[in-house]
Structure formats: structure tokens, C-alpha cells
Antibody, heavy 116, light 108 residues
Framework: QVQLVQSGAEVKKPGASVKVSCKTS????????IRWVRQAPGQGFEWMGW????????KFAQKFQDRVTMTTDTSTSTAYMELRSLTSDDTAVYYC?????????WGQGTLVTVSS | EIVLTQSPATLSLSPGERATLSCRAS??????LAWFQQKPGQAPRLLIS???NRATGIPARFSGSGSGTDFTLTISSLQPEDFAVYYC??????????FGGGTKVEIK
């Protein structure tokens, strides 16, 4: 069965970076895009970016363009999202999701807390 | 940016009742709309893609309709496990995705 398993919760200080992993299984990793979306506490969803594991192409929301990196490791079917220069506004649950036509399978989410 | 407006914000219903949720887009998005269910502490679950296509394993009591700017998610007979928050999401402006603000379906 399709699974996306994300790394555990993180607590970071303002100005630091965080790297979240998303290990996939149960399907051909290269055949589906990976979308990263976040949800601040009690808030809605915000898309951050997308990556193609097939060729590494990326698309980023303008808001994050200067401080986010997305990569994939096809040998382990894992996607990564790194966000730099964290502020308290980045406190949120970060999700990866498999994407083709729709976001059909999601990771369990990774809570990133930014606090001094 | 395409804005999705969901209504009502909260829907108070009893088990067995019919739920009708609305999602309105700020511009024509054809049928590029999905619906998700989210329960507390859980990731979203895809219910409907492209306005009316039920996702794998989703019960037939969930149905989606609409095109252009007005969309509806209908739950024909609410089951206890259906009380949750529901979100719509558009992909017409891919790679940019936007989500609605959500409708909470609560037990009356």
C-alpha cells in the first residue's frame, strides 16, 4: 500500500533551518510529483512547492522561493524539504503529499515549532 | 491568486442527515477542484478529485458536483465518522494550489 512517512517533530530557534524528510513506499517514486504544504495552528493550508522525482524539476510559491530547497533521493524513494531563516510565523505542521491529478496520499505531518 | 470561499463555516447536523457544503471560486476553474476531509491531529484525506470523481475507497455517500465557479460536496447520510472539517482545493492555476478555509461539520 502507498505510504508516505515523515520525520519527527522539530523545535528550532529563530534564524535556524529545518529539514523534513518524506519516505515513500508502495508505488514507483519517479512517476508522481511530491507537493509540500503547511498548516499553521488552527489555520488553513498553504502550498510551499512541488518537486518531480523523475527529473528534479521544482516549482516554489513566491513566498518561499528564496529560503526553501526541495530534493529527492531516488535510491531511497525519499523527498526532502529544507526551510531556512525560520521565524515564529513558520510554526506549523508540514505535510508532503503524492501528486498526479490530485494530492491522493499524504504523510502524517511534521510539527515544526520555532521558538526562542 | 484564485480564492476559494467555503460556506457555511460550520454545519450542525445529526447522524443520518444530509450535508451540503459549498465552495465558490473567485474565477473559472473548470472542474479542477478536489475535496478533502480532515480530522483532528490527522492529515487530510482525499475524497473527490476533478469535482466529481470519488477517490479510491471513499464511500458512495460522498458525492461532488459543479464546474466553473460553484461546487458542492454532498454527504447523503451522515455517519458518526463523517464529523470533521472539509476543505476544497483548486489546481486550475497549477503549480499554484489554493485551499478554501474549511467547513466544520459538527454533531447537533
Amino acid at each position: 500500500q502507498v505510504q508516505l512517512v515523515q520525520s519527527g517533530a522539530e523545535v528550532k530557534k529563530p534564524g535556524a533551518s529545518v529539514k523534513v524528510s518524506c519516505k515513500t513506499s508502495g508505488y514507483t517514486f519517479r512517476n508522481y510529483g511530491i507537493r509540500w504544504v503547511r498548516q499553521a495552528p488552527g489555520q488553513g493550508f498553504e502550498w510551499m512547492g512541488w518537486i518531480s522525482p523523475y527529473n528534479g524539476n521544482t516549482k516554489f510559491a513566491q513566498k518561499f522561493q528564496d529560503r526553501v530547497t526541495m530534493t529527492t533521493d531516488t535510491s531511497t524513494s525519499t523527498a526532502y524539504m529544507e526551510l531556512r531563516s525560520l521565524t515564529s510565523d513558520d510554526t506549523a505542521v508540514y505535510y508532503c503529499a503524492r501528486e498526479q491529478v490530485a494530492l491522493d496520499y499524504w504523510g502524517q505531518g511534521t510539527l515544526v515549532t520555532v521558538s526562542s | 491568486e484564485i480564492v476559494l470561499t467555503q460556506s457555511p463555516a460550520t454545519l450542525s447536523l445529526s447522524p443520518g442527515e444530509r450535508a451540503t457544503l459549498s465552495c465558490r471560486a473567485s474565477q473559472n476553474i473548470n472542474n479542477f477542484l478536489a475535496w478533502f476531509q480532515q480530522k483532528p491531529g490527522q492529515a487530510p484525506r482525499l475524497l473527490i478529485s476533478d469535482a466529481s470523481n470519488r477517490a479510491t475507497g471513499i464511500p458512495a455517500r460522498f458525492s461532488g458536483s459543479g464546474s466553473g465557479t460553484d461546487f458542492t460536496l454532498t454527504i447523503s447520510s451522515l455517519q458518526p465518522e463523517d464529523f470533521a472539517v472539509y476543505y476544497c482545493q483548486q489546481r486550475s492555476s497549477w503549480p499554484q494550489l489554493t485551499f478554501g478555509g474549511g467547513t466544520k461539520v459538527e454533531i447537533k
